[in-house]
């Protein structure tokens, strides 16, 4: 008689963890970060997994989506194997566990491929399950981070118009510098409501990088009205394109370089920018959630 009381009271005990925690996971969410640039090449997919993997060696949990529709390339730069992207959760084919693949660090990759823009054209019943799949990644994570193919297409605008935090990225060179601002400026016209940070890649030196930024700065200020936020510079390093070829990240193999303590700096920033700190309950807008209901509203 005792034994099924004491059985009966753990059950019930055991419920209300359960319960307790599905609360507090539903009222998490991500921090959903895009990353994008005007001009191609100036390293976004680099920025994107380096600053990924410093915030896993935090202690953070990192979810990385590869958004490049053309030539998404984060598996590759990590030399994983990917057979399967948003196409095949779209298609009903495999689950959100299933495309998921593990990098270093404990990072998640999710490869985004063609199945983002297929999005578009899906019934709201087809769409509610991709939904429901993508939001069970809220509140698991602290950080989305999305890294997307560079200019102004119609599918990069959606996912910086849906994000909350867009980091755009350049070079010093002008011609990078301009679409760097044509991209702010189409997002701006666009009442986007978060924030705009910027980064400035491959510098000569720090004044370099601290130049171009304020610049810029100045100029969204004064022509567009726009607030952006310089979260720092990354110098020009040759061995970056070593990694690459090596299949790593340049913050794993070369944690004392110059360039690894840049990334530092940009993810202190970005941490204490985002509020991030200290994760928890937060406002309704935000999260993966908010995220791809805007995406999907932005599409249809
Ligand atoms: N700070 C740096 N120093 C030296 N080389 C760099 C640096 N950052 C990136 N690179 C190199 O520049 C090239 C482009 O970088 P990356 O692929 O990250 O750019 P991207 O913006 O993602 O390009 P795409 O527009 O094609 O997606 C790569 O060969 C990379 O190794
Ligand atoms: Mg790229």
């Not at 998921?100 to 404990?106: C, L, N, R, V, Y």
Request: charged share 25%; with cysteine; net charge positive.
């Amino acid at each position: 008689m005792r034994d099924q009381a004491d059985r009966l009271r753990e059950m019930a005990l055991n419920l209300k963890q359960e319960i307790e925690a599905e609360i507090r996971r539903d009222l998490r969410y991500s921090r959903v970060v895009v990353i994008s640039s005007g001009k191609g090449g100036v390293g976004k997919s680099t920025l994107a997994l380096n600053l990924s993997l410093n915030l896993c060696a935090r202690g953070m949990k990192i979810i990385l989506m590869d958004a490049d529709m053309g030539l998404a390339n984060l598996d590759v730069m990590l030399g994983l194997v990917t057979k399967f992207n948003i196409y095949h959760i779209v298609q009903q084919k495999k689950s959100m566990e299933e495309i998921t693949i593990s990098g270093p660090e404990g990072l998640k990759i999710i490869p985004g491929g063609s199945g983002i823009s297929e999005l578009a054209n899906l019934e709201n019943t087809e769409l509610k399950r991709i939904l429901v799949e993508l939001r069970k990644l809220d509140g698991a994570y602290d950080y989305m981070i999305i890294d997307t193919g560079a200019g102004i297409s119609k599918s990069v605008m959606n996912f910086l118009l849906a994000a909350e935090d867009i980091i755009v990225i350049t070079t010093p060179e002008p011609t990078a510098i301009t679409d760097a601002y044509s991209l702010v400026k189409n997002v701006a016209k666009n009442s986007f409501a978060g924030s705009i940070y910027l980064v400035v890649n491959k510098v000569a030196n720090d004044s370099e990088g601290i130049l171009v930024a304020e610049k810029f700065k100045l100029v969204c200020q004064k022509f567009l009205s726009c607030e952006i936020k310089p979260l720092g510079h990354i110098v020009n390093e040759p061995l970056i394109g070593e990694g690459i070829r090596r299949q790593k990240a340049f913050v794993q193999i070369y944690p004392r370089s110059t360039a690894t303590r840049n990334i530092n700096t940009i993810v202190d920033r970005l941490i204490e920018a985002s509020g991030q700190k200290s994760p928890g309950l937060e406002s309704k807008r935000g999260g993966i959630r908010y995220f791809i209901e805007k995406i999907a509203g932005l599409v249809k």
